[in-house]
């Protein structure tokens, strides 16, 4: 004991010191490359309206069903929105790359070469009973996330090598060995849950207790499975710091269950709640064709533009099954699928097929590679594949017309190389006898239209392809033990990639339950090129490395690419207010929107 008290000790003493030093910043907001945007002083973020009164409630649609209030675990599934009930140490703006500004944090501390972070707590800071937050509180999240909470955690604050308390509302995270520019950033994205509730429960265990938080709502009342409802905490300690200023708006928060889509969209245009994102194109374009509310202008249908990078999205292969492990297999089944007839003929032209892991963006890789992004791929050339040298990528086209017979023989070619020919009409590994069957694994019905004529394509090869639709908790408990052939999987990414890719690409989570690998990559290379990713010293070089790791991701062929939108699509009852222009990062909603009672009230007489 003494021993410990006397290293604890030690380490305040250091940390005074290096509070003293020169060379150690102190402010209130951190950037991974240059200056924050916004300045000590400032009073709110630019996308915000700071005068947006407060009140009202929105209510919001979910599908499937819900048995968990307890968003960090693998257990169950979890409650639409249940993340409001906590701050992170930090928040993120949605107007640059990457910059975090103090949430619970009033100020942080951090030498040059950004080997630890000391976060100071703002003295206010209070937890829905009363309690104050403190640094105790901190260290605790961080130790009860990494060890039970869901395994993204762990790989997301691998690098944090020691975590202690300078004083009540002082704690100071160092870093392992090495360059990670951005852990001081990552640090402060984690959310805070409170100890002394916590301790005694069991934390990875599903519940439907309300947990305790600090954020600026908290659960009013629920139905298990069909409804919850948040309401804004009225003497929310944060409610006027400059990061909260114009947001949080409604009084409350509502979230209706579903059982489907179809159900759902009923709902929605019969008023039972108020906000829809169209992603769907069918609905966009048809599903509200000479509707009275809109010709009206009781609800808004609008297409806004944005900014956002778009990830890959599309049919990922689950590799750890033997008959997807070869490249040449996946390249192929990508033949059958026709996405300029499903484009024209299902999304009525309004999607862009995509082509990169970091698409519409200055991070993905286009032409051939040349100058730094060379060097960095001449380094692993004959462990990758050599078309990332000689040819640019492209998904297999088609002219529309849903005859694909030359993508077809293109398929077969590639299925022969790698073993596979039609014996008595079905697909069969010259050397195992295996015959060539798998099934796409959804979680909503909605897919099954655009699946229903890859599978007659497939069926053409001599492949038996199926589709099967679970409902939600088993969709979840079934991809989280990667427990599928071929899922719709989508990557989100962010305009300065790191630690997040770990989870994405790394051989540990390729093995690890609940990680977002579904592919079940596991590369020495792309392990490599992950971690110089995250030591990056600069812009330039960040650049340079994604455009490598994304040609590799490519050419490997671990997606089915589908598509994405370059617009947001949303439906609403007009009864709210909304800045004009969306951040680049983000819509926005409902965190920035507002209840305009007027036209609320306009509404409700008509």
């Not at 257990?75 to 640059?96: H, Q």
Request: charged content about 25%; aromatic content about 12%.
């Amino acid at each position: 004991m003494r021993i410990m008290r006397s290293l604890v000790l030690c380490f305040i003493l250091a940390s005074v010191a290096h509070a003293a030093d020169s060379s150690v910043l102190r402010a209130h907001a951190f950037t991974l490359y240059g200056d924050p945007k916004y300045g000590p002083d400032f009073t709110h973020f630019d996308y915000v309206n700071p005068d947006a009164p407060k009140g009202g409630e929105i209510r919001l649609a979910a599908i499937g069903t819900y048995d968990n209030l307890n968003p960090f675990t693998l257990k169950g599934v979890a409650a639409y929105g249940s993340l409001m009930l906590y701050n992170r140490l930090c928040t993120k703006s949605k107007d640059e790359p990457f910059t975090e500004y103090g949430q619970l944090a009033a100020q942080m501390q951090m030498p040059e070469d950004r080997s630890w972070i000391v976060f100071e707590l703002h003295p206010e800071a209070r937890w829905h009973d009363g309690v104050p937050v403190t640094a105790a509180d901190v260290i605790f999240s961080f130790k009860i996330l990494t060890t039970k909470g869901i395994p993204f955690f762990r790989t997301f604050y691998a690098d944090v090598d020691t975590v202690f308390a300078l004083d009540e509302r002082q704690v100071r995270f160092e870093f392992k060995e090495g360059t990670n520019r951005e852990m001081p950033l990552i640090i402060g994205q984690l959310r805070v849950l409170p100890k002394h509730y916590w301790e005694g429960r069991e934390f990875a265990a599903t519940t439907l207790e309300p947990p305790l938080g600090s954020g600026p709502y908290k659960i009013a009342e629920f139905e298990p499975g069909r409804s919850i409802t948040y309401e804004r905490v009225d003497d929310y300690w944060a409610r006027d710091l400059p990061v909260h200023k114009g947001r949080h708006n409604f009084d409350r928060i509502r979230y209706e269950y579903y059982r489907d889509q179809t159900v759902a969209i009923e709902a929605f245009k019969t008023g039972e709640y108020d906000y829809r994102l169209l992603s769907d194109s069918k609905e966009w374009a048809t599903d509200y064709e000479d509707f009275a509310p809109i010709t009206e202008g009781r609800m808004i249908k609008v297409q806004i533009p944005h900014q956002l990078i778009r990830g890959m999205s599309g049919f990922a292969f689950n590799t750890r099954r033997d008959k997807f492990k070869d490249p040449k297999v996946r390249q192929a089944l990508a033949y059958a699928y026709d996405f300029e007839w499903t484009n024209k003929n299902l999304f009525y032209g309004l999607l862009t097929r995509s082509n990169s892991y970091w698409g519409n963006s200055d991070l993905g890789s286009s032409g051939l590679p040349t100058g730094q992004e060379l060097e960095i791929l001449e380094a692993y050339r004959g462990r990758i594949p050599d078309e990332v040298f000689t040819t640019v990528y492209a998904p297999p086209a088609t002219n529309g017309s849903g005859q694909l017979r030359q993508n077809l023989r293109t398929a077969k070619k590639l299925l022969t190389k790698a073993g596979w020919t039609v014996v008595d009409g079905k697909l069969t590994h010259a050397g195992t006898g295996e015959v060539m069957r798998f099934e796409f694994l959804l979680g909503s019905s909605s897919y099954e239209r655009v699946l229903s004529p890859l599978v007659q394509n497939l069926e053409r090869l001599g492949i038996e392809a199926t589709i099967r639709t679970v409902d939600a908790a088993q969709y979840q408990n079934r991809v989280q033990d990667f427990d599928f052939d071929i899922i719709v999987a989508s990557w989100r990414q962010t305009l300065s990639p790191g630690n997040e890719q770990r989870n994405f690409w790394s051989s540990a989570a390729a093995q690890s339950a609940g990680s977002r690998n579904y592919v079940g990559i596991a590369d020495p290379v792309i392990d490599e090129l992950i971690e110089r990713q995250i030591a990056a010293p600069d812009r330039p070089t960040q650049v340079a490395i994604t455009h490598a790791l994304d040609r590799i991701l490519l050419w490997n062929h671990y997606v089915i690419p589908d598509s994405h939108s370059r617009s947001y699509r949303l439906a609403y009852w007009n009864k709210f207010g909304r800045m004009p222009k969306p951040a680049p990062n983000g819509l926005g909603f409902p965190d920035t929107w507002w209840w305009d009672a007027e036209k609320a009230a306009r509404l409700g007489a008509e």
